[in-house]
């Protein structure tokens, strides 16, 4: 039997390397990647980014297995609501593996919390040109892309919008039933925003006989708008 449980260690050294103090505003910690601001000007950022790096790839063995303890514990505290703590977990997960995909899900996630729908977009857009392709993602990079679209310029909102109707079609190659019907839906309402209102009644349909469950308020505005047609 071994004297140490090292999975009490992990846990020991995981608290004391999230209270170790970074050289960053309370602002910069709530956004994403400390405000993209260049730390290599600053030296007391990168000694300390190096300390908090070292103690890490120590603690959990590569910087990578590192990045996702921490991107691990930042969507832990944003399932329960503390979204200041989830930011900062993952702001370290970032210093920690820039190429981690699952950090920018968690920083596109925290800034629709604050319906910040173009900065999330930016966001989800760097987790997928980084390997970031499951279904129900790409349903939700879709529909964040819509959200954005409708606060942007006529140009600018098609091309989200076209942005938004490959994505939905992305996600609904897969065979998940469940996830296809969620699929469907989702692209549905980005259609209805769209002011396809034929398409958005057929994607419904799809979901339906897909076993969805159906928006009753959507179905009826799509009704309305069809009426008036």
């Not at 991107?71 to 593996?97: H, I, P, T």
């Not at 920083?107 to 930016?122: M, Q, Y």
């Not at 039933?177 to 259609?191: E, G, P, T």
Request: glycine share 6%.
């Amino acid at each position: 039997m071994p004297l140490i449980n090292t999975g009490n260690l992990i846990i020991i050294s995981f608290i004391f390397l999230v209270s170790l103090s970074f050289f960053a505003t309370a602002e910069e910690k709530q956004r994403p990647m400390f405000g993209d601001n260049d730390r290599t000007k600053h030296p007391e950022l990168i000694e300390n980014d190096n300390l908090f790096i070292a103690q890490a790839t120590r603690t959990f063995g590569t910087r990578e297995h590192a990045s996702e303890g921490y991107v691990e514990r930042g969507f832990d505290l944003y399932s329960n609501n503390k979204l200041n703590e989830s930011m900062e977990r993952f702001n370290q997960a970032w210093l920690l593996d820039h190429e981690n995909p699952y950090v920018y899900l968690g920083f596109g996630l925290l800034l629709n919390k604050d319906e910040l729908s173009c900065e999330a977009t930016a966001m989800l857009k760097l987790a997928h040109d980084k390997g970031l392709k499951e279904s129900g993602f790409l349903a939700d990079y879709a529909t964040t892309s819509t959200q954005c679209a409708l606060i942007k310029e006529k140009n600018k909102r098609t091309e989200l919008f076209n942005v938004s109707n490959e994505l939905h079609n992305q996600a609904s190659q897969t065979q998940n039933k469940s996830l296809r019907a969620y699929v469907y839906h989702s692209w549905a309402k980005s259609y209805f925003f769209q002011k396809n209102f034929l398409k958005s009644q057929e994607m419904l349909e799809l979901s339906r006989n897909l076993g969805g469950t159906i928006d009753t308020a959507l179905l009826e505005l799509i009704k309305e708008k069809l009426m008036g047609l």
